[in-house]
């Protein structure tokens, strides 16, 4: 069973930064995509940033212009940089890879790794 493992969390002020990285345990083939989400107290999962295998990269609106996401296919690594953090990026923040085959799709998510940013 492939494993998402994933580092760098922790606290920061804000105005700070932070970079996660993800790391499987093992190849994964036939990745179509390679993200990070976040989860915040009481709040839904919502997607932060998504690289794809073609190297497309997508933000949610909150975030663009301060975190960066990057990724290694080769590696299956996916970074995820966080410049000009505010408080209200605090959640635990979960890596995410979508495989495809022919006939199907699989999603692995990673532990998740918190971020608080004090103010």
């Known amino acids: 069973q492939v494993q998402l493992v994933e580092s760098g969390g922790g606290l920061v002020q804000a105005g700070g930064s932070l970079r996660l990285s993800c790391a499987a345990s093992?190849?994964?083939?036939?990745?179509?995509?390679m993200g990070w989400y976040r989860q915040a107290p009481g709040k839904q999962r919502e997607l932060v940033a998504a690289?794809?295998?073609?190297?497309?990269?997508n933000y949610t609106d909150s975030v663009k212009g301060r975190f960066t996401i990057s990724g290694d296919n080769a590696k299956n690594t996916v970074y995820l940089q966080m410049n000009s953090l505010r408080p209200e990026d605090t959640a635990v923040y979960y890596c995410?890879?979508?495989?495809?085959?022919?006939?199907?799709?699989?999603?692995?998510w990673g532990q998740g790794t918190q971020v608080t940013v004090s103010s």
């Open positions: 690289i794809t295998s073609g190297g497309d990269t």
């Open positions: 093992a190849s994964i083939s036939g990745i179509n995509s």
């Open positions: 995410h890879v979508y495989q495809t085959g022919r006939y199907y799709g699989r999603h692995y």
